[in-house]
C-alpha cells in the first residue's frame, strides 16, 4: 500500500472564468508564496542550527582528531533510516535520502571536508556512488585503478575510498575482492545504486553509428539491447564508461554506453536512455576505511575465510552459521594464489561480530579454519522509494 500523504492544499474551489474568479485564484497564490517564503526562513535557520550542533560536536572530540573520526557511518545510517520512516510524502524517499545526505555532508565539511578516493575517471558511476553515500561536501579524488584506491586508504592518505564490488545482473567484481587478500583496510559501509545506462552520441541515427565503446561490464549489461539496435557496431571495450565518453566526443561516427553524469561532463546527447537489458540493474559498492564500526542496529559483517585440507572443509567453515541462526547473504571464492587449487571464500552474513549468535558462529569457524578475517561491520545500505515506486 502507498504510505498516505499530507500536505497543505490551499482552497480552490471557488476559481472560475469569473473576475471574481481570477482574483480570488491571485488571492491564494499570493498566500502560497508567503507560506513558502515563511518556510525557507525556518528550513535555513534549523539548517544553520545544526551546524551549531556539528561544530559543538567536533569541539567535544577535539580539534587534533581528522574528518575520518566526526563521520560514523553507524551514526549516518540510523539518521537516514529515521528519515524513510517519518517520510510520509510527497517526496520520495531517495529524494528525502538526497537531501538529508548533503546537509549532513555540509555540517560535516565545515572546517575541513572528508578526502575521498574512488576509482575513475571523473564521470564514472563510483563517483556518483561517492556523492551517494557522502554528498558533494567532499574532496573526492578519481584514481586509475582499484588498487590504487586501497593503496592509499591504507596508507592514511584519503580518509576512506570507494570501489565497486559487484552488479546484481554481471555479478562480482573479482579484483575487488583479491584486494582484500594483500591489504589490511576494512569495510566501512556498502552502496546501492540503480544503474542506468545511456547511449551517447553525436551521431543523428543509429545507422551512422559504426562503433560503440564502454567497459566490458556495461556492454554485458546491454547485450541484448546492443543485439537489437546496433548489431552492425563494432563493441569496444575500454576501461571505463568516462573513457568512452572521452573517445566518442568529437567522433561522430562512434557512441559511447555511459550515465547522465558522463554525459554532462564530455557534453555529449543522450540519444537513447536506460538501455540496460534489466530496469533493476543495480551496482553495489563497498566504502573503504581503516576502523571496525560499532553496530548500527542493521549491519552486515564481511568474513575472509581460508579452509583446512581434507573433505568436507567448506561445509565446516559454514555451518556454524546455520547452527547459531545467522543468515549468509552471499558466498565466494578466490584462488588463494599460495598453492593450485588452494581458494579463499568471502562470506557476507547478516548482523555483527558484537551479535551473540555471530560471535558464537565466528568461534567456532576460526577454530577450525585456517584463517578468518574479519573484513568490516557495517550498515546495510539505506535504500528508499525511488519517484513513482510504491511499497
Known amino acids: 500500500m502507498p504510505r498516505p500523504w499530507k500536505r497543505w492544499r490551499p482552497s480552490l474551489s471557488s476559481c472560475g ?5 481570477s482574483d480570488k485564484a491571485k488571492i491564494d497564490l499570493d498566500e502560497i508564496r508567503r507560506r513558502i517564503d515563511a518556510l525557507d526562513e525556518r528550513i535555513q535557520a534549523l539548517i544553520a542550527e545544526r551546524a551549531g550542533l556539528a561544530q559543538a560536536v567536533r569541539s567535544a572530540k577535539g580539534e587534533a582528531a581528522t574528518p575520518a573520526e566526526y563521520y560514523r557511518p553507524d551514526r549516518e545510517a540510523q539518521v537516514l533510516r529515521r528519515v524513510i520512516e517519518r517520510n510520509e510524502g510527497p517526496l520520495a524517499d531517495s529524494v528525502m535520502l538526497r537531501v538529508f545526505r548533503e546537509i549532513m555532508s555540509a555540517c560535516l565539511a565545515q572546517q575541513e571536508p572528508l578526502r575521498v578516493a574512488y576509482l575513475g ?4 558511476f563510483t563517483q556518483q556512488a561517492v556523492f551517494a553515500q557522502f554528498g ?11 588498487d590504487e584506491v586501497f593503496r592509499r586508504v591504507q596508507g592514511g592518505e584519503v580518509d576512506f575510498g570507494v570501489v565497486p564490488v559487484e552488479n546484481s545482473s554481471q555479478g562480482i567484481v573479482t579484483h575487488t575482492l583479491d584486494m582484500f587478500m594483500h591489504s589490511d583496510v576494512r569495510i566501512a559501509a556498502e552502496v546501492e545504486l540503480r544503474i542506468h545506462q545511456h547511449l551517447l552520441t553525436r551521431a543523428r541515427s543509429l545507422d551512422d553509428i559504426e562503433r560503440v ?4 561490464q556495461s556492454l554485458a549489461q546491454c547485450r541484448m539491447w546492443l543485439a537489437g539496435h546496433l548489431e552492425h557496431a563494432e563493441l569496444i571495450a575500454v576501461s571505463s564508461n568516462a573513457e568512452a565518453a572521452r573517445r566518442v566526443r568529437n567522433a561522430p561516427d562512434a557512441a559511447a554506453i555511459a550515465g547522465r553524469n558522463a554525459a554532462e561532463i564530455y557534453g555529449i546527447p543522450v540519444l537513447f536512455a536506460n538501455i540496460e537489458d534489466h530496469a533493476d540493474n543495480t551496482t553495489r559498492f563497498l566504502v573503504l576505511g581503516r576502523e571496525l564500526l560499532p553496530p548500527s542496529g542493521e549491519d552486515k559483517t564481511t568474513l575472509m575465510v581460508a579452509g583446512l585440507d ?10 556454524p552459521l546455520s547452527k547459531h541462526g545467522v543468515n549468509m547473504t552471499r558466498i565466494e571464492s578466490r584462488p588463494s594464489r599460495e598453492r593450485r587449487w ?3 571464500f568471502f562470506i557476507d552474513v547478516e548482523g555483527h561480530v558484537d551479535d551473540p549468535g555471530l560471535k558464537d ?7 577450525r579454519a585456517a584463517q578468518v578475517r574479519i573484513l568490516g561491520c557495517y550498515p546495510r545500505a539505506v535504500v528508499g522509494r525511488l519517484p513513482g515506486e510504491r511499497e
Open 17 to 21: 472564468n469569473s473576475k471574481d474568479g
Open 136 to 146: 558533494h561536501s567532499v574532496s573526492a579524488s578519481a584514481e586509475t585503478g582499484i
Open 361 to 367: 558462529a565466528l568461534a567456532e569457524i576460526e577454530s
Open 121 to 124: 575517471p571523473e564521470g564514472t
Open 342 to 344: 588452494d581458494y579463499v
Open 213 to 216: 565503446y564502454a567497459h566490458q
Open 310 to 319: 581434507g573433505p568436507g572443509a567448506l561445509f565446516d567453515l559454514i555451518e
